[in-house]
Every structure is written in structure tokens, then in C-alpha cells.
């Protein structure tokens, strides 16, 4: 009887290691955005939030945050998991995991992950979705993990993870959970979106967020704003995320520069009909030095991220206007 009970274990154990996740859906994977993000202090030396918030938007997506009072511009990062793989998008601002944690809180979440699943630790893929030093920060600190590929925003490492022509039908398959993957650049030019058919998520880092969008090339933007607003069209989509929060809940009130007090912040989900807000926005800019200050982002072409929009022309769509006290 003994052995029949060990032999039963055995097995079972067995087959829950080998347990298959199903991302088949009709409809978007239910997520959980019920809850405020951490908005940092005036006094940053005193500030006693965790470095790192993380917050489980679902069973096997989860969103990190770090602290705006270690670094002002309080980049979001967001971790996917597959049947085979996990997927890191984005790393933070900050190099030193003495200040910002991130492979540590990483592997803690992992663990959790794969122990409630009753698997093996993933393979971890490190993929920043840009160039910008928020989305750089702490790739560094993955270097030497076990069982872990560091994808660096160049084209080489691009092309070995998507295949060559990944610029036109890119994918990526976490085992299960698959991927689509698109060039977004004209803000960045290394600058790539995702979308998660499972949650009918589009990640778009720093090419699409509520916050002011510096325009760097023009014509690339145009193009990727197109090329996003397509696949809203084609696809299902429930939210957008960005890789940070630069407005307030104030309609068309952005954050100073340099802040690390963001009280009253706009939420970091944005929808397709936003795209299609930018796409208008930018369509009337028509490559002119401009600031449109528009509820939800500002987009700004020819000027510095700090400058201001006294001077230049404001379009607000009919149905976003709203008094702006900016």
C-alpha cells in the first residue's frame, strides 16, 4: 500500500511539472488595475515605499513600477509568462541593485509564479522595448542569471530573437502565449510595440503613453501611429501600456520635469481610440515645429521635452475638450 501511495505521488508530481497552461481565449484575459501606484515623495532622502511595486495584473501577467522617488521619470516594467519562457519588458532607470532591485524582485516573482504553477523556473528573456535609459537601467544586472537571454535594443540581437524579416510578421512564443511584434520608432528610433493576444494587451513602452511625446522623426511616427491604430482595427484590444506616466488626472495638466511627487496621476492604461486621437493630432502637425496639449498626452515636434506650449497651437478633438488650466 506504501509503495502504491509513492508511486501515486510520484506520478502526480509528475504530471503537474509538466502541466499545460491554456492562453486560448474569445475574450481578453480578465486583469485587475483596482489599486493606486506608489507616487513618491517631495522629500525623496525620506521616502519609505518599496523600490520596486509590483502588482499582479493577472494570473500570469504581473506590472512593476519603481519608486518616483528613485528615479523622477518612475518607469513601469512588465513581466509575461508562457509555458516555456517568462518575458521581462523593459528594466527601469536605475543601474545599482543596492537602490533598485530588479533582478531580486524579478526572481522572487518567478518563484511564486512557478510554485503556484507546480513548474520549473522559466527561462527568463530581458527585453527592452527601446534606447531610452528608462527602459536600459538594470539590464546590466542580469548578466551571468542562469537560464536567462539578454536581448539588447540592436538589430542583430532583434533579428536572433524575432527572425530576419521581423519587421514585417515578427512573433514571439513564450510556449503557449504568443506575441506580435512591431517597429514603433519616430519618439526612438530603436523603439518596438508588443501585443498579447491572450490579454488583447499592446505594450508600447516609449512610443505611446500618457505623457509628453517628444516627435524625433516625423515620418517614422506617423508611420508607427498608422501602424498601431491598423492593428487596433485588425485585432481585439482592451488597454494600451506605456512605460511611464507624465500627466496628471488633471485633462491636458503634465508633471514638471524632474518631479519625484506625482500625486493625482492619470492612469496608465490608454485605448485604441487614444491612437486614433495621436494619429489626428499628429496628422495635423504635418511635420511643423508644434506643441498639441491634448487630455491624455502631449505631443511635441521640433522642441525640447521641457518646453512649454505658449505660443504654438492647441488641438483638442470636440470630444476631449475640456476647460485646460495648464
Do not use: C
Request: aromatic share 10%; hydrophobic share 40%; proline share 5%.
Amino acid at each position: 500500500m506504501k509503495k502504491l501511495f509513492l508511486f501515486l505521488a510520484i506520478v502526480l508530481v509528475n504530471v503537474q511539472s509538466h502541466a499545460q497552461i491554456s492562453f486560448d481565449r474569445e475574450t481578453a484575459a480578465p486583469g485587475n488595475l483596482l489599486f493606486t501606484w506608489i507616487h513618491g515623495s517631495l522629500s525623496a532622502k525620506a521616502n519609505t515605499d518599496v523600490r520596486i511595486q509590483v502588482h499582479r495584473y493577472n494570473e500570469h501577467t504581473y506590472i512593476l513600477r519603481q519608486n518616483p522617488a528613485i528615479h523622477w521619470e518612475a518607469p513601469f516594467m512588465y513581466l509575461l509568462m508562457g509555458n516555456d519562457r517568462a518575458l521581462l519588458l523593459d528594466t527601469g532607470a536605475t543601474e545599482e541593485a543596492e537602490y533598485f532591485p530588479l533582478r531580486e524582485v524579478v526572481d522572487q516573482v518567478l518563484t511564486r509564479w512557478s510554485d503556484a504553477q507546480g513548474v520549473e523556473m522559466p527561462e527568463l528573456l530581458v527585453l527592452p522595448l527601446g534606447s531610452d535609459q528608462s527602459q536600459l537601467g538594470a539590464l546590466g544586472q542580469f548578466n551571468g542569471r542562469p537560464n536567462t537571454v539578454v536581448i539588447p535594443p540592436s538589430g542583430e540581437s532583434r533579428d536572433q530573437l524575432f527572425g530576419a524579416g521581423w519587421h514585417e510578421d515578427g512573433q514571439l512564443d513564450l510556449g503557449g502565449r504568443l506575441l506580435e511584434v512591431l517597429p514603433t520608432p519616430g519618439l526612438d528610433a530603436a523603439a518596438i510595440s508588443l501585443y498579447d493576444l491572450w490579454g488583447q494587451l499592446i505594450f508600447t513602452g516609449n512610443a505611446f503613453y500618457p505623457g509628453r511625446l517628444v516627435i524625433r522623426n516625423f515620418k517614422d511616427y506617423r508611420q508607427s501611429l498608422d501602424a498601431l491604430v491598423e492593428l487596433a482595427e485588425a485585432k481585439p484590444v482592451s488597454m494600451i501600456f506605456g512605460g511611464r506616466i507624465e500627466m496628471t488626472s488633471q485633462p491636458g495638466m503634465d508633471y514638471r520635469l524632474r518631479s519625484n511627487f506625482r500625486p493625482n496621476e492619470h492612469s496608465l492604461e490608454l485605448s485604441a481610440v487614444h491612437l486614433e486621437t495621436a494619429l489626428q493630432a499628429v496628422t495635423l502637425i504635418n511635420g511643423t515645429t508644434d506643441i498639441r496639449v491634448l487630455n491624455d498626452f502631449i505631443l511635441m515636434h521640433g522642441v525640447g521635452r521641457g518646453a512649454r506650449d505658449s505660443g504654438y497651437p492647441v488641438f483638442i478633438p470636440e470630444q476631449f475638450r475640456a476647460t485646460n488650466t495648464r
